[in-house]
């Protein structure tokens, strides 16, 4: 496994949209992404790409518990929200004046999601470049790669332009959706996570199974778009 | 001045969810002309909320396409009245409406009374407990109507929506199978409970165990197929596990389009105007009587609509907005005490227990009804003695499992990683076999926990936002504590392997940001000295006769319960007073 996942890591900083393809290349059947074409990503940049890549598979690795964060195309997904509502903050309340305040009353900061995970990446891979002899996020060893999140997370690790901490929730809130939510949105890829904890995704009717107590139910996942897992 | 001024009515209803439903079919049902006026989209059954597309959590559970979206209008919240307050800039805490059917689109079908005591709430602890158990600078008041007068509007309610339900006191007889501590009911509930999932059973066997009293929550999701007494139809609830934050896709949870609107959208005295977003209601010169209100039609012109009677039908927090923004009823002022409109703002304080099991016991948690499940009321109201505990108030616990949506209703143990291959794994060993009770327990009213205008920051109109000041209070710590310890009892007893449970402590301050409740009540409470209260017992505003308030913006404080069937037994209860005696003769009815 380490082999592979050094080689995923080196894939994404030369060439992060022929990912999928090594990827799929290198995994079970189970996904078959080398036959789907590979995603473009339409607002993230290469470099920012790179760091996605990096970055998903270390908050959800692939593992033996079950596929990981990249294998279930979360990058695309997070690609897809920075051009939707999400990424523009469409439904949030963005007028001023901003001012801090106390973290019970939320997200207080004038950057959209987009910008925020713009000028996140751009300063995690500064902070990079300084502290690893040149190297962005994506090009560190695993367990330096853990460490910097970790430290974004607490907040030990910020920056002038942007809250790492804020950079850090979306980029995990974001991550976590992905890996989640219905494959119409671009992750989950194959119902993949569904499969791996039991959920049966939009089958939205268990009119037969409420009185079956303390029995797994049996059924497969299915998606919004009628694929079935 | 109005782009445009409209031919009068006899009655415009502002906010077209569940009271704006009712009442537009009480005002129409009495011959009047009924204009509503909604601010967001139409909305039905079918397209809006069909199959598949309604099954997907990250549009509708985690993007909340069907709530009011903040980029226009939110509310700034602080906590003491020392701080500046901030907006609330997405949906975190609790999560507003928006569109025909309002929140009682994506509502649960919690559908619950109140206790007859939660009614005289002051009167009744000064009764049993003495004066002095009301500590200072709590300022509950009695909503000044009685659990027997609400009874046939409670009633009606129920059988509008097709309630499922097992009633435990009928006519003043505790019968078996339902709550033993619930005020007295004329007859049965329309439907039969729903069926239980598994953990609820679970729960309500422990509880049994422990002495305790279970009985299935009273859920406006149907169990059976129903006609209800408009003609309107109902069909079996089928525990798709979509309930709370979707649309019913089975027509079986009780919403203005499954209930009311087959029947009113057909009155020829009845117009829905949708888009249209009021900004304001209109006084005479005097200040004393509305003439109408202004809103912003879909075109962005001003549109001047006069009216005879106005009805705010909007959400709570919204309701008082309109009153301060249109110079109806004193403002409440914290530093005297004096003024009403923004008094006595209120919330609801949650708790819980999260349960995992060995892998011989899965909960499909997926497996969910908005409101089917099972209850103990034990520990709410004034079912057990108060005085050697020092607090008021109380709440249910219960099971109550709505889904197994997994980005927002995954649930681990405790110290869990939040990525990782530790997450991972623990999502994929606990999802199935995990369960979660709750407590829901009451919040009382504070002299220094209120509602007024923010002096900085507006809405896209360029009108103040609404500014509330809240935070919680020791009784409200010692009350849930008290409460969520009961209901650990109750989940060691059920021997999950392992357990979590959720208590807010002294110290903690009201966050805004993860989903709790969205029972924001009180803010233009309703009672029988206009000094204390912003509308008397009927609802109609103390300054204005021709303007009522309905909904729990005029809860005092807040009860144990969720609040939609008194909201709706209390706008019943409102609109037999405008058709019995208001139309007869205009004019104050207290």
């Given amino acids: 496994m380490p082999g592979r996942r050094d080689f995923l890591r080196k894939t994404a900083i030369l060439a992060p949209t022929a990912l999928i393809i090594a990827c799929g290349s290198s995994q079970s059947a189970a996904l078959p992404l080398a036959a789907a074409p590979a995603y473009a990503p339409k607002y993230f940049t290469q470099d920012e790409w790179s760091f996605l890549y990096a970055a998903c598979g270390r908050l959800i690795p692939d593992d033996e518990h079950g596929p990981g964060a990249v294998e279930l195309g979360v990058p695309e997904f997070i690609d897809r929200e920075m051009e939707g509502a999400f990424g523009h903050a469409a439904a949030w309340y963005m007028q001023g004046p901003f001012a801090a305040g106390a973290p019970e009353f939320g997200y207080q900061l004038p950057l959209k999601p987009r910008e925020v995970y713009r000028a996140g990446i751009a300063a995690l891979d500064n902070h990079c470049r300084r502290q690893f002899n040149n190297n962005t996020f994506s090009g560190l060893e695993t367990a330096a790669q853990d460490k910097l999140l970790t430290d974004l997370e607490s907040g030990a690790l910020d920056f002038e332009d942007v809250s790492g901490k804020a950079f850090f929730g979306f980029l995990l809130q974001n991550t976590k959706e992905g890996y989640l939510a219905d494959p119409i949105h671009g992750g989950n890829k194959n119902m993949g996570s569904w499969k791996m904890i039991g959920f049966p995704g939009a089958r939205a009717d268990y009119i037969d199974w409420i009185d079956r107590h303390g029995v797994r139910y049996p059924m497969p996942p299915v998606s919004v778009s009628g694929q079935r897992g | 001045m109005a782009d445009i001024r409209k031919p009068p009515v006899d009655a415009v209803l502002v906010g077209f969810g569940w009271t704006g439903a009712i009442m537009g079919m009480e005002l129409t049902e009495a011959g009047l002309n009924v204009v509503a006026l909604e601010r967001g989209e139409n909305r039905d059954t079918y397209p809006d909320f069909a199959y598949p597309r309604i099954a997907d959590e990250l549009t509708y559970g985690i993007r909340n396409k069907l709530f009011q979206n903040l980029s226009r209008e939110t509310l700034t919240i602080r906590h003491t009245s020392k701080d500046r307050a901030l907006p609330y800039r997405q949906m975190g805490s609790f999560i507003l409406g928006d569109g025909v059917g309002g929140g009682g689109v994506h509502w649960n079908g919690q559908h619950w009374r109140v206790l007859p005591e939660e009614l005289r709430l002051r009167s009744h602890v000064i009764e049993r407990y003495g004066r002095n158990f009301i500590p200072e600078g709590m300022t509950i008041q009695d909503f000044g109507v009685s659990y027997q007068e609400l009874e046939p509007y409670f009633d009606k309610f129920e059988n509008v929506c097709g309630t499922s339900g097992k009633a435990g006191n009928l006519n003043g007889k505790v019968v078996e199978g339902g709550n033993p501590f619930e005020g007295a009911r004329s007859r049965e509930f329309p439907l039969p409970p729903l069926a239980d999932v598994y953990g609820a059973t679970l729960f309500a066997k422990a509880a049994t165990e422990l002495g305790y009293h279970p009985f299935s929550e009273p859920a406006s999701n149907a169990s059976r197929a129903y006609t209800n007494p408009y003609g309107a139809q109902l069909g079996p609830c089928n525990f798709c596990g979509f309930c709370e934050r979707f649309g019913c896709y089975v027509y079986a949870k009780a919403s203005p389009q499954t209930t009311i609107l087959p029947v009113l959208m057909k009155k020829k005295n009845f117009e829905l105007r949708t888009r249209s977003h009021v900004l304001r209601v209109n006084l005479d010169k005097r200040g004393r009587r509305a003439t109408g209100v202004s809103y912003i039609d879909a075109q962005g012109r001003e549109i001047e609509q006069p009216a005879e009677l106005v009805v705010l039908c909007a959400f709570p927090l919204h309701n008082v907005r309109l009153l301060l923004l249109s110079g109806i009823g004193k403002p409440y002022d914290p530093k005297t005490g004096h003024g009403v409109i923004g008094r006595n703002y ?245």
Avoid: C
């Fill in chain 2, 346 to 590: 209120s919330y609801q304080m949650m708790g819980g227990v999260s349960l995992f099991f060995d892998h011989d016991k899965p909960m499909n948690p997926f497996i969910g009804s908005g409101a089917g499940g099972q209850i103990i009321d034990d520990f709410n109201g004034d079912h057990f003695d108060h005085a050697p505990l020092g607090f008021i108030g109380g709440g249910y616990i219960g099971v109550i499992q709505t889904g197994g949506r997994p980005i927002q209703q995954m649930t681990l143990p405790k110290d869990t990683p939040q990525w990782g291959t530790k997450w991972k794994q623990a999502i994929k060993e606990n999802y199935l076999y995990s369960l979660n009770m709750m407590t829901h327990g009451t919040v009382m009213s504070y002299r220094d926990n209120y509602l007024d205008l923010d002096p900085t920051y507006r809405d896209g109109y360029g009108l103040p936002l609404l500014r509330m000041t809240f935070d919680w209070k020791p009784n409200e710590f010692r009350m849930t504590e008290f409460v969520t310890n009961k209901a650990a009892d109750i989940a060691r007893a059920m021997s999950p392997k392992s357990m979590v449970v959720k208590i807010k402590n002294p110290g903690d301050h009201y966050d805004t940001r993860a989903y709790q409740t969205t029972h924001n009540v009180g803010g233009a409470p309703m009672g029988t000295n206009p000094q204390t209260s912003a509308v008397n017992r009927y609802l109609q505003t103390w300054d204005a006769h021709n303007v009522f308030v309905m909904g729990a913006s005029a809860y005092p404080q807040n009860i144990g319960y969720n609040p939609m069937g008194l909201v709706g037994g209390l706008a019943l209860w409102s609109a037999n007073a405008i058709r019995r005696q208001y139309l007869k003769k205009p004019g104050p009815l207290m």
